[in-house]
């Protein structure tokens, strides 16, 4: 069975195949540009997405050496995301099944990130715990199968991913700010600041408004302003924000496995790139006996192989999905993310 996933709910667009089971192709093209701005501008996402999709799919198709006829489901995130930039995956990825006569399957991302520790080798052990830290989200979940997710925690405020972009915004380190913080926390010391873990009134909640306050008035107190920071005091700080943001992630996550029975643990989304965040929880996992999964960097990040894999697990747990199915009005409220 030959399987097409088209994502492009931010600012990067993908495609991916996968046959009888195999990943073939899972090409990412990411819309640099918007550093220029210093975030996302949907408009532009949008038209960057309509310019590269066609051609991008008809790359991925030759990669995978599968020719278009020979599709057999089409699967696109229906949202949640930038609704200008989903719907140009989402209208590119129905006009395709239309076209070929073949099932079309929209996915919702959040799915996408939580499942995709199934592209690796080695899958979690259902039930997993699964730690969903992207952009736009933070979820702590137990993952008991492929139709049952039960919610233990979410952030109050903002995602961790924002975090690392607002604190890295904050030192001028441009956008996106996530792997900036990481290359200048590497020559920096974690523990010249020790920056607070919010605690909130649901034990696995995350809260990160406040230790990105916490940033702010320190950079006020010392330095006056932004632009006053010394060069050679960046990497300290940002060395100590991040440590302090995993030490939250690490926390609620240790009180789950604490609090609930799992097989393996699993962390997704764009910031589980982040490399101090894996070697923490590569202790973490070591600590409870519990095999850690952590996809590879191509499937942190938007992408769509996480798309087709999560669409094909959809298909064949028997989901029809009409055409005329629109992307607000059954997503991206998910039907299994409580
Ligand atoms: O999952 P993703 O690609 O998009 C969303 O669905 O939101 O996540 C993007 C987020 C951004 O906030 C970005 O700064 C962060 O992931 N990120 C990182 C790293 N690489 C990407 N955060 C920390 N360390 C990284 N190495
Ligand atoms: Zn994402």
């Known amino acids: ?8 709910s931010c600012d990067e667009t993908s495609a991916a195949v996968i046959c009888d089971g195999k990943l073939k192709a899972n090409l990412i093209s990411s819309q640099h540009f918007h550093k220029d701005f210093g975030g996302v501008v949907p408009e532009l996402s949008s038209r960057a997405h309509l310019q590269i999709i066609a051609p991008l799919l008809k790359q991925a198709l030759n990669q995978a050496g599968i020719k278009k006829d020979e599709i057999d489901v089409v699967c696109a995130t229906a949202g949640p995301g ?29 799915e996408g990130h939580i499942y995709s520790g199934f592209l690796m080798d080695e899958k979690p ?7 969903v830290v992207s952009g736009g989200h933070t979820l702590l979940l137990i993952v008991e199968s492929e139709t049952a997710i039960r919610k233990l925690g979410s952030t109050i405020d903002d995602a961790a991913g924002e975090a690392f972009d607002k604190t890295a915004k904050m030192l001028g380190l441009g956008y996106p700010g996530g792997i900036k913080i990481q290359e200048e926390a590497e020559k920096g010391n ?4 020790d920056f607070p873990v919010s605690q909130c009134k649901n034990e696995f909640d995350f809260s990160f408004s406040g230790l990105k306050t916490s940033v702010l008035r320190y950079i006020q107190k010392e330095f006056g302003n932004a632009g006053n920071i010394p060069i050679d005091k960046i990497p300290d700080i940002a060395a ?6 995993v030490d939250a992630l690490i926390q609620k996550s240790e009180r789950a496995l604490k609090n609930y029975n799992v097989n393996s ?5 764009g910031v589980a790139a982040n490399k101090y965040l894996r070697e923490r929880f590569v202790l973490l996992s070591a600590k409870y006996k519990k095999s850690l999964n ?12 996480m798309i087709a894999q999560r669409g094909v697990m959809l298909h064949n747990n028997g989901l ?7 992307a607000y009005a059954g997503l991206p409220e998910s039907a299994f993310i409580p």
């Open 1 to 8: 069975m030959n399987i097409v996933g088209i994502e492009s």
């Open 82 to 110: 930038l609704i200008g930039a989903v719907l140009v995956g989402l209208t590119f990825a129905k006009g395709l099944s239309y076209s070929l006569n073949k099932p079309f399957v929209p996915v919702n991302h959040i």
């Open 125 to 131: 052990e259902y039930p997993y715990l699964c730690l």
């Open 190 to 193: 974690p523990d010249f600041i």
């Open 240 to 245: 100590s924000f991040q440590k302090a943001a």
């Open 265 to 269: 643990i699993s962390i997704v989304g």
């Open 294 to 305: 952590i996809p590879d960097l191509q499937f942190c990040g938007d992408n769509a192989a």
């Open 320 to 326: 029809k999905f009409d055409l005329d199915y629109n």
